[in-house]
């Protein structure tokens, strides 16, 4: 709660805190309006998944060249760059009039989302280096506030009653936001790195560090896709309990970052990885007892487990010895993003193959093989 007290109080942290909320306002406002613009444009399930598939597209497209354009620009300008940019193209796919347009937005406004995903990660990483605070896992927090607002605006859509008028308001409050606030991280450039040349040994802390990236958001999209599913086809749930795994699972979420730096500054972010993955496991274990209030209950641990590892990752990524923190930082979140999109893929494979349950014990390995992973990096530290 220290850190979210000094978001609070000091608007140096405040200003790239509230870019983390706007990201998500941004994207969760496209996602609740996905129904309207399926319908709009009279496409079926197949064509929408490949318009959406653009989207990853463009974000993966970014992801290589993100780190050069945050050198070039200085990574508070590239931040400021990303919110302009996703401002305007947040637009364009609810304005598009034909199919074909709709994939070429959303490429546009995945690439917007992965550039500034990184830059403001590297934005904090650097302001954490210069003022020595940790406050990157509350600024996750506010990312996780930025759906929480998204789903009380939802409330308005009948009072509206048209997607790009509700997405313009909502664009121009968050950009007249975010522009009053630039002027707190506008100038703010990485500290220089003293680079080595390319070495598998250079390589090696990064990798493991994606390895991880990769299955903790995998995990996190697979809980999101999978555990209403879980909760009324194998605990047998009644309806009205359906909904709450993915509820204790995302207010757990949201309430862990807000914790997270100051056991993080106390323990140190590799052992706040290493226990984040023992209380997943601990999680997972309680999911696949197959009782409903176990199971809600292991989807907040879960939350909780979660919600500090990709911070950390981020924290640890930024700062690896011979390596730019955006280069850092957008490895992580390649290799994260990756396992977002993919983990949920797989465990549906596996579960249309086998049961649900294969998909959750799977979950359970991967996260357990994390705990040993940490524990390895941290044995070799020491």
């Known amino acids: 709660m220290k850190s979210l007290f000094l978001i609070l109080s000091n608007p140096r942290y405040f200003a790239p805190a509230f870019v983390f909320t706007s990201l998500n306002i941004w994207f969760g406002m496209w996602a609740v309006y996905i129904p309207s613009v399926k319908e709009k444009l009279a496409i079926d399930k197949a064509d929408l998944g490949i318009a959406i598939f653009f989207l990853s597209l463009g974000v993966f497209t970014i992801f290589p060249l993100a780190s050069k ?11 400021w760059f990303g919110v302009i940019l996703n401002s305007v193209f947040a637009l364009f796919p609810l304005l598009v009039p034909n199919y074909y347009l709709l994939c070429a937005s959303l490429f546009l406004f995945g690439a917007s989302n992965g550039l500034l995903d990184i830059s403001m990660n590297t934005l904090v990483t650097e302001i954490e280096k210069k003022d020595k605070k940790n406050f990157m896992s509350a600024a996750h927090g506010f990312f996780s506030l930025g759906g929480i607002l998204v789903g009380l605006g939802s409330f308005l859509i009948p009072f509206i009653g048209n997607p790009f008028l509700h997405m313009a308001g909502t664009v121009i409050l968050v950009l007249g936001a975010n522009l009053f606030l630039k002027k707190q991280y506008y100038f703010i450039k990485a500290a220089p790195v003293e680079k080595e040349p390319f070495s598998f040994k250079l390589f090696k802390p990064l990798l493991i560090l994606g390895i991880i990236g990769f299955v903790s958001m995998g995990s996190e999209g697979a809980i999101v896709d999978w555990s209403g599913l879980y909760l009324k086809e194998i605990t047998l749930a009644p309806e009205f309990l359906i909904g709450t795994g993915f509820l204790a699972f995302s207010t ?123 524990i390895i990096i941290k044995g070799k530290r020491d």
């Not at 354009?69 to 931040?79: H, M, P, S, Y």
């Not at 309430?255 to 601990?282: C, E, H, P, W």
């Open 69 to 79: 354009i945050i050198n070039r620009l200085g990574v508070g300008k590239a931040t």
């Open 252 to 374: 757990m979420m949201t309430l862990g970052r807000f914790f997270g730096d100051r056991i993080s500054q106390r323990i140190g972010s590799l052992k706040l990885v290493a226990l984040g993955a023992l209380i997943a496991v601990i999680g997972f274990a309680m999911v696949l007892s197959e009782i409903t209030m176990l199971a809600i209950i292991g989807f907040a641990l879960n939350g909780l487990g979660f919600s500090v590892m990709v911070p950390e990752l981020f924290r640890i990524g930024g700062n690896v010895k011979g390596v730019e923190s955006s280069r850092g930082v957008a490895f992580i979140a390649g290799t994260g993003y990756f396992g977002f999109l993919l983990g949920p893929v797989i465990l549906g494979l596996l579960a249309e193959e086998y049961q649900l349950t294969t998909s959750f014990w799977t979950l359970l390995i991967c996260t357990f093989i994390i705990l040993l992973l940490t």
